[in-house]
């Protein structure tokens, strides 16, 4: 059974940064892409970021783009995401999700195959 556990929420102020960090088990890390998704109270949740299963492609939401890095480890089994000058409409709950040999180009959620419990994010202004 796959397993996906994110850490690494918490709350920041705005201009902050904080990483968040998935690790996953059950299955070899490497025959996944990896996406991160957020989910705002009362807002649909959206595509954040995705890597490909080598790390060679990185695809992130247009509004990202600059303030948020997806990097993985694939010796750790852990995919992160590194959120740089946080702001407070950045606040959500967050998501790690696994594609079974995924390009890293998926960005409906609905191609994703496993997803983990989610970590809150709350930026302060």
């Known amino acids: 059974q796959v397993q996906l556990v994110e850490s690494g929420g918490g709350l920041v102020q705005a201009g902050g940064s904080l990483r968040l960090s998935c690790a996953t088990s059950?299955?070899?890390?490497?025959?996944?892409?990896m996406g991160w998704f957020r989910q705002a109270p009362g807002k649909d949740r959206e595509f954040a970021a995705a890597?490909?299963?080598?790390?060679?492609?990185?695809n992130y939401a247009d509004s990202l783009k600059g303030r948020f890095t997806i990097s993985r480890d694939n010796a750790k089994n852990t995919v992160y995401l590194q959120m740089n000058n946080l702001k407070p409409e950045d606040t959500a709950e967050y998501y790690c999700a696994a594609e079974s040999y995924g390009s890293g180009f998926t960005r409906n959620g609905n191609g994703y195959n496993y997803w983990g419990q989610g970590t809150q994010v709350t930026v302060s202004s």
């Open positions: 059950g299955r070899a890390f490497g025959t996944f892409a």
């Open positions: 890597i490909s299963r080598g790390g060679g492609i990185t």
